[in-house]
């Protein structure tokens, strides 16, 4: 099992991803705005490809041309070091 980050490893981590911010519930999160509908869900598409090499899924809400993507690892109870890695995958592929 990979361990939670701390709070201190938190903030550091989420300094080095532009945006990403503390969400509810033990998250990560960000939200995105794409140009049009299409191009949000062609993203979206990608990102569920990338999800499923690296085994970890994002939660993805899809509202018009924005999304917002959340990432925990639920078998740790909170944010680990694999959703810090999933969140500079996912942002390689929405900016």
């Given at each position: 099992?990979t361990?939670?980050l701390?709070?201190?490893?938190?903030?550091?981590?989420l300094?080095?991803?532009?945006?990403?911010s503390?969400?509810?519930?033990?998250?990560?999160e960000?939200t995105?705005t794409?140009?049009?509908?299409?191009?949000?869900?062609a993203?979206?598409?990608?990102?569920a490809?990338?999800?499923?090499?690296?085994?970890?899924?994002?939660?993805?809400?899809?509202d018009?041309?924005?999304?917002?993507?959340?990432?925990t690892t639920?078998?740790?109870?909170?944010?680990?070091?694999?959703?810090?890695?999933?969140?500079?995958?996912?942002?390689a592929?929405f900016?």
């Open positions: 099992m361990d939670i701390s709070q201190a490893e938190l903030e550091h981590a300094q080095t991803l532009e945006g990403w503390s969400g509810p519930e033990q998250t990560i960000k995105y794409l140009g049009s509908f299409p191009e949000a869900i993203r979206v598409a990608q990102a490809e990338a999800a499923e090499e690296m085994q970890h899924h994002p939660r993805i809400v899809i018009y041309k924005r999304v917002t993507l959340s990432l639920h078998d740790a109870g909170g944010v680990t070091q694999k959703d810090v890695d999933g969140a500079r995958r996912l942002e592929i900016t």
